[in-house]
């Protein structure tokens, strides 16, 4: 049998860790788990089960990305929450929590530089506008939006300084197109989504973001309708979800977005899709715990999926790797 050093000219080499970034192809013996690993790539996406929350809840709000994710408020049964945690890519540490507890939590930003507004207080149906920053370690209030709001979970556009809100619910308006920016300090009031809607997901930055998904009456319920902003103006996409859906995750941006979990006519969801910026694609990789009110960060071919309701309240957590992403794999003899 030909060896490995008469194929390629050279040995395997031995390390008691992986390599920290190890080339597409390179192959290595870990001395410490005994194992053969190498580098491929992905050919299809795929969900992995990483550690769980602290703190199980629902309708709960994210940020960042799969190695410095943010996991904000929510509910706890019939219990409202501001807790915070952060993802290191591995574990959840719990941080300093919010002001004001609420669930439906907007949340945009990064794990040193979030934003949390809107939400729903306890009692249930009371909606806010309080609006706060995270530095990282404590929330600060800032300006409240112009409309207060719930069920916006799941979307995550902007950043701290530069933001957006899109839609959402209050018992005062109904289900909302309202949309405002947020400029590190104050909200103002821009154009409208076209599809007013809650409970749906959306990503991106102020002058680029896409909303998909949603619960919204005006359509005749669960929506797979996509709408895109360019910083002034909402226009619908004419490619939506393959299938309608409220309470979803999402992550990435206006070229390459990923969907997944949810509500659907039949009940909770695993589901998952990908947009190029054309059309979405139904994957047939599902989350390995289906669920919805859940939140999501990250981009397409490395997303993070935590919390929701499945229906108890769930502090899953799992990581995306999507297709032509690279993998260290473990060799096995055939």
């Known amino acids: 049998m030909a060896e490995y050093i008469n194929i390629r000219g050279q040995s395997i080499e031995v390390v008691a860790s992986d390599p920290a970034n190890p080339t597409v192809g390179q192959i290595w013996y870990n001395s410490t788990s005994n194992t053969l690993k190498a580098n491929n790539v992905t050919t299809a996406g795929a969900w992995a089960s990483?550690?769980?929350?602290?703190?199980?809840?629902?309708?709960?709000?994210?940020?960042?990305?799969?190695?410095?994710g943010l996991a904000v408020a929510g509910l706890i049964s019939t219990t409202v929450t501001g807790a915070t945690e952060e993802y290191d890519g591995n574990s959840w540490t719990s941080s300093n929590s919010l002001n004001t507890p609420r669930w439906g939590v907007i949340v945009c930003g990064t794990q040193t530089a979030g934003l949390g507004s809107a939400g729903t207080l306890w009692p249930p149906g009371v909606s806010s506008n309080a609006t706060e920053e995270y530095d990282g370690n404590s929330w600060t209030s800032s300006n409240p939006l112009n409309s207060a709001r719930t069920y916006g979970?799941?979307?995550?556009?902007?950043?701290?300084?530069?933001?957006?809100?899109?839609?959402?619910?209050?018992?005062?308006?109904?289900?909302?197109?309202?949309t405002e920016e947020y400029d590190g300090?104050?909200?103002?009031?821009?154009?409208?989504?076209?599809?007013?809607?809650?409970?749906?997901?959306?990503?991106?930055?102020?002058?680029?973001?896409?909303?998909?998904?949603?619960?919204?009456?005006?359509?005749?319920?669960?929506?797979?309708?996509?709408?895109?902003?360019?910083?002034?103006s909402w226009t619908t996409s004419p490619?939506?979800?393959?299938?309608a859906v409220s309470d979803l995750g999402g992550a990435g941006n206006t070229s390459a977005a990923l969907a997944f979990g949810g509500n659907v006519s039949?009940?909770?969801?695993?589901?998952?899709?990908?947009?190029?910026?054309?059309?979405?694609?139904?994957?047939?990789?599902?989350?390995?715990?289906?669920?919805?009110?859940?939140?999501?960060?990250?981009t397409q071919t490395a997303g993070l999926a935590f919390g929701g309701s499945s229906p108890s309240?769930?502090?899953?957590?799992?990581?995306?790797?999507?297709?032509?992403?690279?993998?260290?794999?473990?060799?096995?003899?055939?």
């Open 266 to 298: 039949t009940g909770i969801t695993g589901a998952t899709e990908e947009y190029d910026g054309i059309s979405w694609a139904s994957s047939p990789a599902s989350l390995n715990t289906a669920r919805d009110s859940l939140a999501g960060c990250g």
């Open 185 to 232: 300090n104050s909200w103002t009031s821009s154009n409208p989504l076209n599809t007013a809607r809650a409970q749906h997901a959306g990503t991106g930055i102020q002058t680029a973001s896409i909303c998909f998904g949603g619960d919204a009456p005006s359509v005749g319920g669960k929506t797979a309708v996509t709408e895109l902003y360019d910083g002034t």
């Open 50 to 68: 990483g550690n769980n929350l602290n703190t199980s809840r629902r309708l709960i709000g994210g940020a960042g990305t799969q190695t410095a």
């Open 153 to 178: 979970g799941g979307t995550h556009m902007g950043t701290q300084t530069a933001a957006l809100a899109a839609g959402g619910y209050s018992p005062a308006l109904g289900y909302m197109s309202q």
């Open 313 to 334: 309240p769930s502090a899953a957590t799992e990581e995306w790797t999507g297709a032509g992403s690279p993998l260290t794999v473990t060799i096995t003899a055939s």
């Open 239 to 243: 490619a939506s979800l393959n299938t």
